[in-house]
Antibody, heavy 121, light 106 residues
Framework: EVQLLESGGGLVQPGGSLRLSCAAS????????MSWVRQAPGKGLEWVSA????????YYADSVKGRFTISRDNSKNTLYLQMNSLRAEDTAVYYC??????????????WGKGTTVTVSS | EIVMTQSPATLSVSPGERATLSCRAS??????LAWYQQKPGQAPRLLIY???TRATGIPARFSGSGSGTEFTLTISSLQSEDFAVYYC????????FGQGTKLEIK
């Protein structure tokens, strides 16, 4: 069974940093691109970042570019999101998701349960 | 950025009846459209991809249609477990989601 388990969320002050982790199991982790998607309280879903299976290519939403860094350790089957210069508007539940490639496009087919990040003084 | 607009924001339907949810893209996304279901406190679950292909384990009462800019998710006979929020997502040009349709019990 494919499972994704996020951790690392918490309360952080504006301008602070946090690193999220996502432990994957049940599939060949290195063969799949992965994404982070967030959901602010009471709001919809927003794609944040993605990384290729090898880790050699990374992509970011404009709202986090230059502040967040996505990475992965395929030997540990773990995805990361390093979040710096955090703002109140980054407050959200952060989900990691496995990307499924169909043809030349990919979508998220499995999601973790999420970890909550609160940015507040 | 491709903007996804879902309608209605809230849909009230009785169990056993049919529900029809709409999603419109600001420009063509071909058939690169997915639907997700989210229940309170839970992660989104993939229902439909490629506009009309059911994901593994999704009941046949869920069906998707459309291409280009207009898409529809139909639930043919609502069960109690179907009341949730539904999101459409385009993956033709990066990823953007609609704002969601809340399907509630009438």
């Amino acid at each position: 069974e494919v499972q994704l388990l996020e951790s690392g969320g918490g309360l952080v002050q504006p301008g602070g940093s946090l690193r999220l982790s996502c432990a994957a199991s049940g599939f060949t982790f290195s063969s799949y691109a992965m994404s982070w998607v967030r959901q602010a309280p009471g709001k919809g879903l927003e794609w944040v970042s993605a990384i290729s299976g090898s880790g050699g290519s990374t992509y970011y939403a404009d709202s986090v570019k230059g502040r967040f860094t996505i990475s992965r350790d395929n030997s540990k089957n773990t995805l990361y999101l390093q979040m710096n210069s955090l703002r109140a508007e980054d407050t959200a539940v952060y989900y990691c998701a496995k990307d499924l490639l169909v043809g030349a496009v990919a979508f998220m087919d499995v999601w973790g349960k999420g970890t909550t990040v609160t940015v507040s003084s | 950025e491709i903007v996804m607009t879902q309608s209605p924001a809230t849909l009230s339907v009785s169990p056993g009846e049919r529900a029809t949810l709409s999603c419109r893209a600001s420009q063509s996304v071909s058939s690169n459209l997915a639907w997700y279901q989210q229940k309170p406190g839970q992660a989104p679950r993939l229902l439909i991809y490629g506009a009309s292909t059911r994901a593994t384990g999704i009941p046949a009462r869920f069906s998707g249609s459309g291409s280009g800019t207009e898409f529809t998710l139909t639930i043919s006979s609502l069960q109690s477990e179907d009341f949730a929020v539904y999101y459409c997502q385009q993956y033709n040009n990066w990823y953007t989601f609609g704002q969601g349709t809340k399907l509630e019990i009438k």
